[in-house]
């Protein structure tokens, strides 16, 4: 059976999801990346445009936002879909995949930004709200830059919110499911670069050189035991060392070794535990070892944490659309990040999941060769993003 109750009627216009399906897949087709996504933002300013929407183009880059005002009221909402896919070669037989060697949508944006233009759709056709509605589409998101790069070109002066909402597609819960989750929901980014400055040598005389491969070797051991031996068990963190680096040749100490490292965490004061720890380390390796150590920290995106008020306020909004059962209050433990957390450090607001379903192909997980979005999403979301305008634009 459909989750979304069979009698749950929404006075909007039906929705056409052949052709919100035929765009889907032709966004799919022609991947961009990053920060780079003209044709995108032209295709979604286009559409806008067309249904009678404000467009603004050119935000903070390639960003898009669409603005419609109905009747006197005073609220402002935000909707935010991402428009960004990756930089990784499709495996995908179908006629639909990606056209584009080497870049693939493996994380269903694609996705969001049909399921926001199906709602946009309509809304502008018949929905009867009061009050101001900001349809945002992002690009970069995989880079963690493109919510910034928004922001930073004003977004929230120019197009004022006083909440804003995002969603998710989630591979491996059933479709027709959402997650509504307060608080934590998704990881902080840092990247951590080491550099161990030593003084090289030739390998038959490491006395007169001062090695700093040895110094990299112990850090790499103490910093694994930062989660385990720092942290209360309590605490989530996930500390990776994805690079190491140091010499060129076999029989000669380098001056340098260096690693990068990435900190996962779901709350700014793990954050600071962890970056004061591994300070701490890399001082007493100075000491130790008699070398010195730069240690750079370059946060990509805070936690995202959804606020307590609008949490409960999207929960009540879609309780109607789904069976009991299908509404889950949390989801096994995300890691991952999501730079809508820096818009939600300005606006208030949620960023939920919705199921893409189970099974060997819709369960693949995202940035995974073989994935690929749900298209009765385009259905669900826009159904969920009509029900949110209508119940906040009261």
């Known amino acids: 059976m459909n989750a979304l109750t069979q009698n749950q009627t929404l006075p909007l216009a039906e929705l056409d999801l052949d052709a919100f399906i035929q765009l889907r897949r032709n966004i799919h087709q022609n991947p961009e990346l990053g920060a780079h996504t003209p044709l995108t933002a032209e295709l979604v300013a286009s559409k806008l445009e067309s249904w009678g929407y404000e467009v603004h183009r050119g935000v903070g880059g390639h960003g898009v936002v669409g603005v419609l005002r109905r009747g006197s009221g005073t609220r402002r909402l935000g909707l935010r879909a991402d428009m960004d896919a990756l930089p990784m070669q499709e495996k995908n037989g179908f006629a639909h995949a990606s ?23 309509r809304i502008a056709q018949s929905s009867d709200f009061n009050g101001t509605l900001n349809l945002i589409f992002q690009p970069d998101e995989e880079g963690l830059g493109g919510a910034k790069a928004m922001m930073d070109d004003g977004l929230f002066q120019r197009f004022p919110c006083d909440a804003i909402f995002a969603l998710h597609n989630l591979p491996g819960i059933p479709l027709d499911t959402a997650v509504v989750q307060a608080g934590p929901t998704m990881a902080s980014s840092e990247c951590v670069r080491v550099l161990i400055k030593g003084r090289g040598g030739h390998g038959a005389m490491p006395e007169r050189a001062v090695d700093p491969v040895p110094v990299l070797a112990s850090m790499i051991n103490a910093i694994q035991t930062v989660k385990s031996r720092n942290l209360c ?19 000669i100490i380098p001056d340098t070794a260096s690693m990068l490292i990435s900190v996962r965490t779901d709350t700014a004061q793990t954050e600071g535990k962890i970056n004061q720890r591994l300070a701490e380390i890399a001082q007493g390796h100075e000491l130790t070892f008699g070398v010195k150590i730069d240690l750079e920290i370059t946060q990509l995106a805070p936690a995202l944490v959804n606020t307590v008020t609008e949490t409960e306020m999207l929960r009540q ?21 999501e730079d ?6 300005e606006v208030p607001g949620c960023y939920f999941f919705l199921g893409n379903g189970e099974g060997e192909f819709h369960g693949c997980s995202v940035h995974n060769p073989h994935y690929d979005f749900n298209d009765e999403l385009i259905r669900i979301g826009s159904d969920c993003w009509l029900k949110l305008v209508g119940d906040y634009l009261n």
């Not at 693939?104 to 709602?119: K, N, R, S």
């Open 340 to 345: 809508f957390a820096w818009m939600l450090t």
């Open 317 to 337: 909004s879609l309780t109607p659309l789904f069976t009991p059962g299908h509404l889950l209050p949390q989801a096994a433990k995300i890691m991952a990040t």
């Open 233 to 251: 068990v309590d605490e989530h963190a996930v500390i990776s060392i994805g690079m190491v680096e140091a010499g060129s040749v076999y029989n």
């Open 99 to 121: 056209r584009i060697e080497g870049r693939m949508h493996a994380c269903g944006h694609d996705g969001h930004t049909a399921i926001l233009l199906a709602a946009a759709w």
